[in-house]
């Protein structure tokens, strides 16, 4: 059980290159069920973690890189359809890339001492759950313009709320640190 969260974050990741495909190729709702397998499977690896002990610092790092390959790519590719507006996709693209630039540096400084803020949690649900109106639309067409709408608008806001406050208050050491006593991977002895 202690590698089952590391697996299924790996098959969300190794599964985003078909969710871009079926998209670009018009299979839609193939692209919304496999968009839906792997929001199960991030909801799932976290409880199994959590549950039976089987955290590790690859799933602590794994995960959250999992979900931003996952959005950033459908941002794009639903951007390239004309889904998304680009203004959007722009904002949600240029917020992660310097998300990863700002951490990378931290992390070759040795000082990264952050960890993932509230306004960035609900940042991630509403860029999920805007991608998956719009994938219901293109797939099983189920229509809520008026949702869809609504959720462009928090995904901006949110997008923008949590940049800022990922580079002001991360800034300030003792946010929270990784634990070094995590093993790198769950494989049992």
Not at 64 to 91: C, E, M, N, Q, T
């Amino acid at each position: 059980m202690r590698h089952v969260p590391n697996i299924l974050t790996s098959l969300r990741l190794f599964g985003v290159p078909l969710v871009v495909w079926c998209l670009m190729t018009e299979a839609t709702t193939a692209a919304f069920w496999l968009f839906v397998f792997a929001g199960l499977t991030d909801a799932v690896d976290g409880a199994i973690a959590r549950m039976f002990n089987a955290r590790s610092r690859l799933g602590l790092w794994l995960d959250p890189i999992a979900d931003k390959v996952l959005l950033v790519s459908l941002y794009i590719a639903l951007g390239l359809r004309g889904d998304l507006p680009f203004w959007l996709v722009v904002l949600v693209v240029l917020r992660d890339v310097l998300i990863v630039l700002y951490v990378a540096v931290y992390v070759l400084a040795g000082a990264l001492t952050s960890t993932p803020l509230f306004i960035s949690k609900i940042n991630t649900a509403a860029q999920m759950i805007l991608v998956a109106i719009l994938m219901a639309r293109l797939g099983p067409g189920w229509e809520s313009l008026m949702l869809e709408q609504a959720f462009i608008i928090v995904v901006a806001v949110t997008t923008g709320a949590s940049g800022a406050a990922y580079l002001l208050t991360n800034r300030v050491k003792g946010r929270g640190t990784l634990d070094p006593n995590l093993p790198l991977c769950t494989f049992s002895h």
